[in-house]
T-cell receptor, first 114, second 112 residues
């Protein structure tokens, strides 16, 4: 079964610093990959997705992620953190063939300090 | 507003009771998915419906059931509720796998 591993349940950065949230997937065939963000007491919002096109994917709110097949990774980055980026971030995977449903990682809470 | 509507937003009920959670998918989406989010289990897939038919089942308890109606809205029924069923229940809809899922704002269920 497809799965994703998010390294670090909590990541702390200062405002203006680089944000790096790590995600590795387990699959012999590159799947579709997604990053979602969840603000407190809200649902999940799609940040960006990789669906076999460009390996560098740009999303909303200045986030981007790079698909690296050799490393089975899909890390999320943002050059400069803003206080409003504080939220929980989920990496998710779904096979690009056959049929399955979206499987989520355990999430990484991003804390941003002034 | 994501376009996926879930009601109610909050629900408090007693153990042993039965509740129904409702979801209206985004216009044009035929697939509806239900997820449970809890601190210890994270986001767990429960069940999927596609155009009225059950399509996939995940970690859904036998006490739970769902259906999708002709107008494509879906209901998740939870019965014989236990304290451990307290969680956030999300509904999502999708037009296709490669597009990802659009999530509603969730129903927070508290069983006391």
């Amino acid at each position: 079964a497809q799965s994703v591993t998010q390294l670090g349940s909590h990541v702390s950065v200062s405002e203006g610093a680089l944000v790096l949230l790590r995600c590795n997937y387990s699959s012999s065939v590159p799947p579709y990959l997604f990053w979602y963000v969840q603000y407190p007491n809200q649902g999940l919002q799609l940040l960006l997705k990789y669906t076999s096109a460009a390996t560098l994917v740009k999303g909303i709110n200045g986030f981007e992620a790079e698909f690296k097949k050799s490393e089975t990774s899909f890390h999320l980055t943002k050059p400069s953190a803003h206080m409003s980026d504080a939220a929980e971030y989920f990496c998710a995977v779904i096979p690009n063939s056959g049929y399955s449903t979206l499987t989520f990682g355990k999430g990484t809470m991003l804390l941003v300090s002034p | 507003d994501s376009g996926v509507t879930q009601t109610p937003k909050h629900l408090i009920t007693a153990t042993g009771q039965r509740v129904t959670l409702r979801c209206s998918p985004r216009s044009g989406d035929l697939s509806v998915y239900w997820y449970q989010q809890s601190l210890d289990q994270g986001l767990q897939f429960l069940i999927q419906y596609y155009n009225g038919e059950e399509r996939a089942k995940g970690n859904i308890l036998e006490r739970f059931s769902a259906q999708q109606f002709p107008d494509l809205h879906s209901e998740l029924n939870l019965s014989s509720l236990e304290l451990g069923d307290s969680a956030l229940y999300f509904c999502a809809s999708s037009v296709g796998t490669a597009y990802g899922y659009t999530f509603g704002s969730g129903t927070r269920l508290t069983v006391v």
